[in-house]
């Protein structure tokens, strides 16, 4: 075993990554929330009367990927997706199937069981791929992608999705009542503003992401070896 000292010096290091991941975490919550402020400004329903639905913005996803293309950090499902809107971790395994959903940056991703945890991700990556218990929503332009972002991350949205969910241990929510979530459709010049303010958030949200998965792989890989004394850390400031 390490000494006392050396514990100390080893746990300030694993200390210093955790606290990272939480500050990008933190970050990341703000950012969303603040989406979410912009969107209900502009595009609450509840507020502006709704001139279209879900289904004249984006469809579900048919692309297929082979699994054997996908990786921990691609794959995404209900066990990996996060509770409360917080995003995702790496997947424990992929699954045994050969192929599975595609989906491609822009794309949104919603667990389709018990929606009410309200488990919600927007993709980054051009290259990913979900179970079939992921709902995997593709805007059909464009320019849609950060307003898709923002209609189905409001809380009503999720509350809509509860209302006609099925089933009553394990509720899924109905793919195709989903689609006629009433929306306000928005004109060009306001669709065009929306994006300039939450184009760039969605980008730190997603570098953000990169970087705490990459702490975590880090973290992971530096414990066995600061435990084993294979670094050294005896010169480190306490």
């Avoid at 048919?62 to 790496?90: A, C, H, W």
């Avoid at 991700?121 to 929503?137: A, K, Q």
């Avoid at 509720?171 to 300039?196: A, W």
Wanted: proline share 5%.
């Amino acid at each position: 075993m390490p000494s006392v000292i050396d514990q100390e010096r080893i746990v300030g290091i694993l200390e210093a990554i955790r606290e990272k991941e939480e500050i990008n975490n933190a970050i990341n919550e703000n950012l969303s929330d603040q989406i979410q402020a912009i969107y209900s400004n502009e595009f609450d329903p509840t507020t502006h009367t709704p001139s279209g639905i879900l289904a004249d913005i984006c469809r579900y996803s048919s692309d297929r990927i082979p699994v054997s293309e996908l990786s921990v950090s691609t794959y995404f499902s209900t066990e990996n997706m996060q509770p409360n809107k917080m995003g995702s971790v790496d997947a424990t395994s992929l699954p045994s199937i050969t192929q599975t959903t595609g989906c491609h940056k822009g794309d949104v991703l919603i667990s389709n069981i018990r929606p009410y945890f309200k488990k919600i991700v927007y993709v980054t990556d051009d290259h990913c791929g979900c179970s079939t218990d992921v709902l995997c929503f593709v805007p059909k332009e464009n320019q849609y992608s950060a307003f898709l972002f923002g209609t189905l991350y409001m809380d009503r949205f999720f509350d809509f999705m509860v209302a006609g969910s099925k089933g009553t241990k394990m509720p899924r929510g109905d793919k195709q009542q989903i689609m006629n979530y009433p929306v306000v459709l928005p004109d060009t010049e306001s669709l065009n503003l929306f994006n300039g303010l939450i184009g760039p958030m969605l980008d730190q949200i997603a570098t953000n992401r990169i970087e705490s998965s990459r702490l975590a792989s880090l973290r992971d890989a530096l414990l066995p070896k600061l435990m084993s004394g294979e670094l050294d850390v005896s010169e480190l400031d306490l």
